[in-house]
């Protein structure tokens, strides 16, 4: 009991760790003033040098495919972490995904929503609305392509099962 239990633990580290990055994230250490302060550097030397206001709209950008990505990185981090609490009740694979999906979604959705009201708490950080429905549209999007990817893999295992079958002959 004590090991199925630290068993599951483990499988929900990821999201703890990514709720620790966000709470990280959410402090004015990491408001657009001070990213965009070192940010700038690593986006010349890269890619040469730009004009104040065309940094404002790279910045920008930047930030935002944060929200999305980071935000898909952490519902598949809370996916891992309710697949494993349900591994053992499910019914099967599509049935499990059925839920853990959902409610790695919603874990992510009360997590953005979290962050955007903590940052409204903040000086020099700003809150948005629309943040959330970024950080929704990349869990989202991580969801959709995490499900493309279990499809060809279960498709893969039923093809080759299928194969060796028939390629067994049944004994008489």
């Known amino acids: 009991m004590a090991k199925s239990r630290f068993r599951l633990l483990l499988h929900w580290i990821p999201a703890l760790l990514a709720v620790l990055v966000i709470v990280i994230e959410s402090t004015g250490f990491f408001s657009s003033g001070n990213t965009g302060r070192w940010l700038l550097p690593v986006w010349e030397k890269l890619f040469g040098p730009v004009t104040p206001e065309q940094w404002a709209t790279i910045h920008f950008y930047i930030r935002k495919a944060g929200h999305f990505v980071g935000y898909g990185l952490v519902s598949l981090a809370f996916f891992e972490g309710w697949r494993a609490t349900f591994s053992e009740k499910s019914k099967g694979k599509g049935w499990l995904f059925a839920l853990a999906a959902p ?61 060796v079958s028939t390629a067994i002959p049944a004994s008489r």
Do not use: C, M, N, Y
């Open 103 to 163: 409610l790695a979604l919603t874990s992510t959705l009360v997590l953005a929503s979290w962050d955007e009201w903590h940052q409204s708490l903040l000086p020099g950080r700003t809150s948005s609305i629309f943040d959330v429905g970024i950080d929704l549209s990349g869990a989202i999007a991580a969801h959709v392509l995490l499900l493309v990817v279990l499809l060809v893999v279960w498709r893969i295992r039923v093809a080759r099962a299928k194969r």
